[in-house]
């Protein structure tokens, strides 16, 4: 992709990703009663840090013990829980939406970036810079309510495919990471999302996907307004920015909506870099975690240099930072839930 | 109290409140082992509501049936789950920090609002309107990081006592109110604090009065920013309104933190009003509790013409939206813990 993307691919984030509502492989109870919660990780050190870290500090009486109100477990999304390439799942929602909505906008055929979406130039479509991706975003993600937009989200989780995979992108979730989720939760700890992907759009499947609640889903979000529509008040999403999570947006996410600092945080970006140093540099014993995306057969090897989910400054200083720095060619025995 | 402190007072709700970090009452392990979960309670048709409510919604094979992760319970704070008269609690911590900060700025003594408020002169104070009641919160609730923060609101929260009753503030709490918390979470709702109070100042000390963890309370907040400090990531509370999680700002709070409508919301003033709205009219098995301010002998009596926690609105139409007015005199045995 060009260089451009870059920064365009990380605005998209903004209230970009992708979801499910159904077709989620139901691992609750299979992790539960299996003997190894972690069975889809391969033995070796990154598998031993974590139930070190959980044994430790779950255990009455030890120095690092941690209280349950004290068990704030916070997770990327995109490249963390489930993939991102070739482009943000919230993204190829967007551009469906804009296909679907075309017939409704003749004015499109004339119009840019829409003009382009619809002929399948996505060069010229990403040559319109944030102002474009912004515009397809708000254009597909406004003007309904809440409950309609969930609704549209959950039917298209149900039947778009990968362009590579031909799975339904529900399906593309990391099964290694859903048994952490679990692990974690099993142990008493809170398991919160914490992405720059779009609230709205992540929570119309991650409660099924991950068992993680709404309200535990922290994200970019738009404005939205209260009405009351033939006695019924609803919620109207604007085509207004209202926050974005990235960056140095995550940990102030953190605190707005779950107050405490995190103790084990789990990322896969440099958009992860500060919630990471938010959770790993509090006192008492902290976990970090940087899913590096090392296996070019199962899913996609890419770090340094790609546009999407971009991994520098966190290689650098993670080992430095005590991050464990997760191979997910050699660390996970599969990726997606079979 | 004048006339302008209404406006004031609504605004001074921004960020004003109470908290409590000690001595609160552990309500929690007493409920769970009596017969009654609501023994604070008065027989009666507003007991014999509830109990109803959550009866037929918890029950499998009901046609009022709620599943567990749609039982959301949102809780107004200020004169719903604790006393806000003569004044917003948070108010009068904020007024006790610029008494403790007055050394550190000899210019107040020349400079308004905190001139007045130094010499006692509320009535000054109060006709600086909205801006001077901002300047003061804001002064007060900045500056520093969120931890030193928290520390300011429970030392206080432990020596501040109230005016009249002698109390600590966190003593003030309505203990039906807590009971009726308690009875949600026991069977199997998930309980939501959604005030115009400041978030920080809540998160306090509500997790040990009412048992409901910090990513469960919703409410007015400022503007954080991520700093690293000597290596360590912390987050400073901005002199800058956030978000003002007060009258249609509610149901955009319980969409923006909890994503979900919920299906029982108890609230005490207009304040509310869209809250209960959004809550009531939603499809399916709803409750609405509106407190009203009956009591002079054990708390106090007030609705329409209050400046504070003002009931008017709510009052016309409760009845006719079927929502559930409390009488505090009549439907409470007690009002605050014993």
Same mark, same amino acid.
């Given at each position: 992709?060009?260089?451009?993307?870059?920064?365009?691919?990380?605005?998209?984030?903004?209230?970009?990703?992708?979801?499910?509502?159904?077709?989620?492989?139901?691992?609750?109870?299979?992790?539960?009663?299996?003997?190894?919660?972690?069975?889809?990780?391969?033995?070796?050190?990154?598998?031993?840090?974590?139930?070190?870290?959980?044994?430790?500090?779950?255990?009455?009486?030890?120095?690092?013990?941690?209280?349950?109100?004290?068990?704030?477990?916070?997770?990327?999304?995109?490249?963390?829980?489930?993939?991102?390439?070739?482009?943000?799942?919230?993204?190829?929602?967007?551009?469906?939406?804009?296909?679907?909505?075309?017939?409704?906008?003749?004015?499109?055929?004339?119009?840019?970036?829409?003009?382009?979406?619809?002929? $399948?130039?996505?060069?010229?479509?990403? +040559? @319109?810079?944030?102002?474009?991706?912004?515009?397809?975003?708000?254009? &597909?993600?406004? =003007?309904?309510?809440?409950?309609?937009?969930?609704?549209?989200?959950?039917?298209?989780?149900?039947?778009?495919?990968?362009?590579?995979?031909?799975?339904?992108?529900?399906?593309?979730?990391?099964?290694?990471?859903?048994?952490?989720?679990?692990?974690?939760?099993?142990?008493?700890?809170?398991?919160?999302?914490?992405?720059?992907?779009?609230?709205?759009?992540?929570?119309?499947?991650?409660?099924?996907?991950?068992?993680?609640?709404?309200?535990?889903?922290?994200?970019?979000?738009?404005?939205?307004?209260?009405?009351?529509?033939?006695?019924?008040?609803?919620?109207?999403?604007?085509?207004?920015?209202?926050?974005?999570?990235?960056?140095?947006?995550?940990?102030?996410?953190?605190?707005?909506?779950? $107050?405490?600092?995190?103790?084990?945080? +789990? @990322?896969?970006?440099?958009?992860?870099?500060?919630?990471?140093?938010? &959770?790993?540099? =509090?006192?008492?014993?902290?976990?970090?975690?940087?899913?590096?995306?090392?296996?070019?057969?199962?899913?996609?090897?890419?770090?340094?240099?790609?546009?999407?989910?971009?991994?520098?400054?966190?290689?650098?200083?993670?080992?430095?930072?005590?991050?464990?720095?997760?191979?997910?060619?050699?660390?996970?025995?599969?990726?997606?839930?079979?």
């Amino acid at each position: 992709m060009k260089n451009g993307l870059l920064a365009i691919l990380i605005l998209a984030s903004i209230s970009l990703m992708c979801s499910c509502n159904n077709k989620a492989p139901d691992i609750s109870q299979k992790t539960s009663t299996i003997a190894d919660p972690l069975s889809s990780w391969n033995e070796g050190a990154s598998k031993t840090s974590i139930i070190d870290f959980v044994t430790k500090t779950t255990k009455e009486g030890s120095a690092d013990f941690i209280p349950v109100a004290d068990r704030i477990a916070c997770f990327d999304n995109d490249g963390c829980l489930w993939s991102e390439q070739p482009l943000y799942f919230q993204l190829a929602f967007a551009i469906d939406r804009v296909k679907a909505m075309a017939p409704e906008h003749p004015e499109w055929k004339t119009k840019q970036p829409f003009k382009a979406l619809l002929e $399948g130039d996505m060069k010229t479509v990403m +040559a @319109g810079g944030e102002h474009a991706l912004l515009e397809i975003v708000m254009t &597909t993600h406004a =003007g309904m309510n809440v409950d309609e937009f969930s609704k549209l989200v959950k039917d298209w989780m149900a039947t778009a495919t990968h362009p590579k995979t031909g799975k339904h992108y529900n399906e593309m979730i990391y099964q290694p990471m859903v048994e952490l989720l679990h692990y974690l939760r099993d142990n008493g700890y809170k398991t919160f999302i914490v992405s720059g992907g779009g609230v709205d759009f992540m929570r119309a499947w991650t409660e099924e996907a991950y068992g993680i609640p709404s309200d535990q889903v922290i994200g970019s979000s738009q404005k939205v307004k209260y009405e009351v529509i033939n006695g019924k008040g609803e919620l109207i999403k604007l085509p207004e920015l209202n926050f974005i999570d990235d960056k140095e947006g995550k940990p102030v996410g953190i605190h707005q909506y779950i $107050g405490k600092r995190p103790v084990f945080t +789990a @990322g896969n970006s440099d958009g992860d870099y500060a919630m990471l140093q938010y &959770t790993t540099t =509090g006192s008492g014993p902290r976990f970090g975690i940087i899913v590096h995306h090392t296996d070019s057969t199962r899913e996609v090897a890419y770090d340094r240099t790609s546009s999407i989910g971009r991994l520098d400054k966190g290689l650098d200083d993670g080992v430095a930072n005590k991050w464990l720095i997760v191979d997910m060619m050699k660390d996970w025995k599969v990726v997606y839930p079979q």
